[in-house]
């Protein structure tokens, strides 16, 4: 199974630009946000711990997933796709997912929580964050459905 290094050069250039972008979110952007809502919103700066625990826990798992997506095609390029090193990266990525997911639950509750406080409406980032709970179930569960493969190739190879 010989693979293109045109596509998987791409793909990983796409991995290394997002992993900038998350990077930049994670030095300039939230700790500006969070700054200027605790200037405007005084009274309820104190929520922003949780929400601001949540986003780094959030770009720190991403950039964990990045990187093992990147090893992934560094094996693919290499012709180790069933291998157990891909195996273990396909497994770190679908834990790196559940984490994700959890985070974002959090995020949830702790909106729910200033809701209660405030009486705001939060419908929007509610349904945003339900909306990101769906795409990480569905990259979870394809790490799931690569993985089979690769672990029954592993035990033919092993008998």
């Given at each position: 199974m010989r693979v293109k290094n045109g596509s998987t050069t791409f793909l990983k250039v796409i991995i290394f630009l997002i992993g900038v972008a998350i990077l930049t979110l994670c030095i300039y952007w939230l700790p500006e946000m969070a700054m200027k809502d605790a200037k405007t919103h005084p009274d309820t700066a104190y929520f922003l711990i949780p929400f601001l625990v949540c986003a780094y826990g959030f770009c720190i798992t991403f950039s964990i997933a990045l990187f093992q997506a990147f090893k992934l095609l560094t094996y693919i390029e290499r012709n180790n796709a069933f291998s157990e090193l891909s195996l273990k990266s396909l497994k770190v990525i679908k834990k790196c997912a559940?984490?994700?997911?959890?985070?974002?639950?959090?995020?949830?509750?702790?909106?729910?929580?200033?809701?209660?406080?405030?009486?705001?409406?939060?419908?929007?980032?509610?349904?945003?964050?339900?909306?990101?709970?769906?795409?990480?179930?569905?990259?979870?569960?394809?790490?799931?459905?690569?993985?089979?493969?690769?672990?029954?190739f592993l035990d033919k190879k092993a008998e």
């Open positions: 559940f984490t994700i997911i959890f985070l974002i639950l959090l995020g949830i509750v702790s909106l729910a929580v200033l809701v209660k406080v405030t009486g705001e409406d939060a419908a929007g980032p509610i349904s945003l964050s339900l909306m990101g709970i769906l795409a990480t179930s569905i990259i979870a569960a394809m790490m799931d459905v690569l993985q089979k493969p690769i672990k029954d």
